[in-house]
């Protein structure tokens, strides 16, 4: 009996739908990488309407680890190792492979999503992480689309509408919990310095720091509040501004242990003892706090917990669960060490 042979018709179809020859067609089936990615995309949505999978994703779905994209935004770098840390530890304990890269915001709002999105369909991947990025719905659908997963650690944005799964700790708790501790200690003069001023993260921190205060019946100081970058640099200049007032601040909140560091440096260099004449509280409960001089009190982040948490629930995802919650958010913990003491007299 006669071998019936379909790749012949299948490659005449899609070649007509897209408008390339039939060699095209053979060229994208088989990954080759010498056709122009506006083509490419052309045979692959002709693919997709036929719902045709080559030989090659049809492989890489039913064969061999789960494969998961990580995208790392701006972030102070000890934050982002300890979330990374968590999600490769757990990537070994289900048989994942974890493809990581980093974009800056800028060139995150640059890059073609619809390509990116298409690429990972190719490769086979099934989902991807963000980790403090911001991309917008429309970014977002261009995954969704082609049913990969999407799942974001600490957005800088607030979730467009109809949401999508996101995973963070408890910021607004843990910024009351670490002004708190500054009010039990008898200082009144509180600064706060944050990061981007749409962050979330951020601004859940700061409003848990209002919360504070209000709840003392501390006088809110506007000029005591500035918002930056997650980054020591963006500590140091606000920390000279604050400092630099007619009535500094006894205590600074700094809303990530990278800002800290900034501050401990304009401290050490205006010649002001931490935490005799200045203490200082900072954020995430990163390795940093016990490598610095003195040791720094901070709200602990549970990271790689947050990170086994994200990589746990793209995976459910991916596979067409419905998580329990859109966010999750994990507990924080104030750490006290040498870094915050009674206001001076």
């Given at each position: 009996m006669p071998t019936t042979h379909r790749s012949k018709p299948i490659l005449a179809t899609v070649a007509a739908l897209?408008?390339?020859s039939a060699p095209t067609v053979s060229k994208v089936i088989?990954?080759?990488d010498d056709v122009a990615d506006a083509t490419r995309l052309r045979?692959?949505?002709a693919l997709d309407e036929l719902g045709y999978r080559s030989p090659m994703q049809r492989r890489t779905r039913s064969t061999g680890p789960a494969m998961i994209d990580l995208v790392i935004g701006v972030h102070d770098g000890?934050?982002?190792m300890e979330i990374l840390r968590g999600i490769l530890d757990f990537a070994v304990d289900v048989d994942v492979d974890v493809v990581v890269s980093s974009y800056t915001p800028d060139k995150l709002s640059r890059v073609d999503h619809d390509e990116w999105a298409e690429r990972m369909k190719e490769s086979g991947r099934s989902g991807i992480i963000f980790v403090t990025s911001e991309i917008t719905i429309d970014q977002l659908n261009a995954f969704h689309r082609r049913e990969i997963a999407v799942l974001v650690i600490?957005?800088?944005n607030p979730p467009p509408p109809?949401?999508?799964a996101s995973v963070g700790a408890t910021n607004w708790a843990g910024g009351k919990a670490a002004t708190e501790h500054l009010l039990d200690l008898g200082h009144e003069r509180i600064a706060f310095l944050g990061g981007p001023a749409a962050a979330e993260c951020s601004v859940a921190r700061l409003h848990g720091y209002l919360a504070a205060l209000m709840g003392r019946g501390v006088t809110t100081r506007q000029d005591y509040i500035l918002a930056g970058a997650f980054n020591q640099k963006s500590g140091a200049e606000a920390s000279r501004e604050v400092l630099a007032l007619d009535e500094p601040p006894t205590a600074i909140f700094a809303a990530s242990d990278t800002i800290a560091?900034?501050?401990?440096?304009?401290a050490r260099n205006r010649g002001l003892r931490v935490p005799d004449d200045l203490s200082v509280v900072g954020f995430d409960?990163?390795?940093?706090t016990e490598q610095t001089l003195p040791r720094l009190t901070s709200v602990a982040q549970p990271l790689q917990e947050m990170g086994r948490a994200a990589l746990r629930g793209v995976l459910r995802l991916s596979r067409g669960e419905q998580l329990d919650s859109s966010h999750t958010e994990l507990a924080t913990e104030l750490v006290v060490r040498e870094s915050t003491a009674p206001p001076p007299v």
């Open positions: 897209a408008g390339v088989n990954g080759r045979v692959q949505a000890a934050y982002s600490d957005p800088l109809g949401g999508y560091l900034g501050v401990l440096e304009v409960g990163t390795p940093l």
